[in-house]
């Protein structure tokens, strides 16, 4: 696991963007892995800028997000698929056929989750995947518990994450109860992983995935089997590292 601790979260955001325009750049038919939630927002606006202003060309990209509610189509406004129009897609020249959701309102659930994982394989693998983490240690909607192998999957969400996704409804109870996520091992396959956190929010959890033990309880730590994973970090989220002050000096940060 590589570590990049930076003292503010724009700089994080800033970082991680550049590093995705980067790899779009380098290999126009770049197969990304896509998250959401309020971290990845001001990432997203940072693409758009290397998009509008550096001309980094979307063209040949080809995306997988991570998850999706399940009963919330590609039009419900709380749903990833309108997030994703709403902060990347409507504002870069990508190809949208070449983008991909969970169908989280497919009448098959198993069978939308077996062709997910087909089409990640007939895409040639993902490149790079972005990820959040959730106060709990989720990586997509992994909750604690989930297989540290486990594959593309409609699961149960916690409580924790009703918790802290809730908010982002319009209507808090609207919230669904259950989502399809890549599994853990479909994530730990990508070639490699750039996860985000920033706030103090983060702090306990983030130390738990570097420095604990890698367990079910919390899947995030799975990361630590990743042959090339970056984790970036604001100093509130770096805060609760018992060997902190190493890793600034290892990564010069
Ligand atoms: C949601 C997503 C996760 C994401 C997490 C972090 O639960 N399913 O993929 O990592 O949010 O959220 P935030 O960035 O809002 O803290």
Not at 43 to 64: C, I, K, N, P
Not at 87 to 115: K, M, R, S, W
Not at 131 to 148: A, K, M, Q, T, Y
Request: glycine content about 8%; hydrophobic content about 45%; proline content about 5%.
């Amino acid at each position: 696991m590589e570590l990049v601790i930076l003292d503010t979260e724009a700089q994080v955001f800033e970082l991680a963007a550049r590093q995705v325009a980067q790899v779009v750049r380098q290999t126009p038919r770049a197969v990304l892995g896509l998250a959401t939630g309020r971290t990845m927002e001001a990432v997203y606006q940072g693409l758009v800028r290397a998009h509008r202003d550096e001309g980094v060309d979307f063209s040949g990209v080809a995306t997988f997000n991570l998850d999706e509610y399940v009963g919330l189509g590609p039009d419900d406004p709380n749903g990833y698929c309108r997030y994703m129009a709403r902060y990347l897609f409507d504002h870069v020249n990508i190809d949208l056929a070449q983008t991909h959701l969970p169908d989280g309102v497919a009448d098959d659930l198993e069978a939308c989750c077996a062709a997910y994982e087909a089409a990640i394989v007939a895409a040639g693998g993902i490149d790079l995947q972005l990820l959040g983490i959730g106060v709990n240690g989720h990586i997509g909607f992994n909750e604690p518990l989930s297989g540290l192998h486990s594959r593309t999957r409609p699961v149960q969400l916690s409580e924790a994450t009703i918790a802290q996704n809730q908010g982002l409804f319009d209507i808090p109870e609207r919230m669904p109860r259950q989502a399809l996520t890549m599994g853990i091992g479909t994530i730990l396959e990508a070639r490699e992983c750039l996860l985000l956190a920033t706030g103090a929010s983060k702090a306990p959890v983030v130390a738990q995935m570097i420095e604990g033990p890698v367990t079910a309880l919390i899947p995030a730590t799975a990361l630590q089997f990743h042959p090339r994973c970056t984790v970036i970090l604001d100093a509130a989220a770096a805060a609760d590292l018992a060997q902190r002050e190493s890793y600034r000096w290892q990564t010069g940060a």
